[in-house]
């Protein structure tokens, strides 16, 4: 597996592992089968592994702990804080019911993600999302004292504007930002992009498959599970997936020519965007985890990006990437913001 630097220090896998899946909002699995793709991301030097608390929420990290349990020098951990997450009760992406980046919120969950990981250090960690009601600096300063304590390596951002990664890595410095990007999802390459590589802040685009749609795996909302949380996203209405599926046809040419698949173009498309890149595919089958690991030796010419980019234009996307879409028992979800 090739490496990747993301900010000065942290060297990585080229490509990592969004664990997300497997425990949360996807639907799940067994959990003898996550495991058993974890490991085997391991094996093949996919070992940057991405994680969050509210996951589950709690049994991601669970699950990952027990996947890494003799393991931990091979392995880079993310993982995140910042929601609110209410009492057992309701399902599991419902119980995420705000923000919360409060200072002792950040030294709370560092304590029990260490303790469910079972791990002295977590490797990366990130604020899920900045909260409104918290100046970031207050955020980023707990986050600090936490790598100062040895608790942390590294810290990042995901889903911030220009003007807060600023605030955020004069208070302490921001190692990578996670936000959401691939060929249906480009908003981060006007201002976003420019800002981290003016830092010297890695970028880690998840969802770069735009969450299974660009391998060609969701054609119909009726191929997703009920409690799939896709169902409640615009993208994935019927009509909206009607009218994105011509692009799968451009994709699937290109891919042709190169003799790969829909996923590996688009992850290696990704991948050329530079090197200071790094995506994190989720998935929780051992076959489709080798299919994306093999991207990062796909060479792709200007002149291919040039077509891979053509063939989606970021303006002709129908639907947005979450909104107010209830699920079939009418509730909306308060896990993203609507943008």
């Known amino acids: 597996m090739r490496i990747r630097c993301l900010g000065p220090e942290l060297t990585v896998s080229a490509i990592g592992l969004g664990c997300m899946g497997m425990s949360h909002a996807y639907g799940g699995q067994d959990e003898a089968a996550s495991i058993a793709t974890l490991r085997r991301a391991i094996d093949i030097g996919v070992t940057f592994l991405d994680t969050a608390e509210v996951y589950g929420p709690f049994a991601n990290e669970a699950l990952i702990g027990k996947a890494i349990a003799g393991l931990r020098d091979r392995v880079t951990i993310a993982t995140k804080f910042g929601f609110k997450i209410a009492p057992e009760g309701a399902p599991g992406i419902d119980r995420m019911i705000g923000l919360d980046g409060r200072p002792e919120n950040a030294r709370q969950v560092a304590d029990a993600s260490l303790k469910r990981l079972g791990i002295e250090a977590i490797d990366l960690y990130y604020l899920h999302r900045v909260d409104p009601n918290v100046a970031v600096e207050e955020s980023v300063g707990a986050m600090g004292e936490l790598v100062r304590a040895g608790k942390v390596r590294f810290i990042g951002l995901s889903e911030a504007d220009p003007a807060t990664i600023r605030r955020a890595h004069k208070e302490f410095p921001i190692t990578a930002l996670q936000s959401e990007y691939s060929l249906w999802t480009r908003g981060v390459e006007a201002e976003i992009l420019p800002t981290v590589r003016e830092l010297n802040i890695g970028f880690v685009p998840f969802s770069p498959l735009g969450r299974g749609f660009l391998a060609g795996s969701v054609n119909r909302p009726e191929d997703l599970a009920d409690t799939d949380f896709r169902r409640r996203l615009p993208r994935f209405q019927a009509e909206a997936l009607a009218a994105n599926a011509r692009f799968l046809e451009t994709l699937e040419r290109i891919a042709q020519t190169h003799g790969i698949t829909k996923a590996q173009l688009a992850l290696a498309w ?47 996307v129908v639907g947005d990437r979450y909104g107010a879409v209830p699920d079939r028992f009418g509730k909306v979800s308060a896990f993203v913001p609507k943008s």
């Open 270 to 316: 990704v991948l050329a965007k530079g090197d200071d890149i790094v995506p994190i595919p989720g998935t929780r089958r051992i076959d489709r985890l080798e299919e994306n690991a093999a991207s990062v030796e796909v060479a792709l010419s200007p002149r291919d990006i040039a077509d891979i980019e053509a063939a989606i234009p970021p303006e002709e």
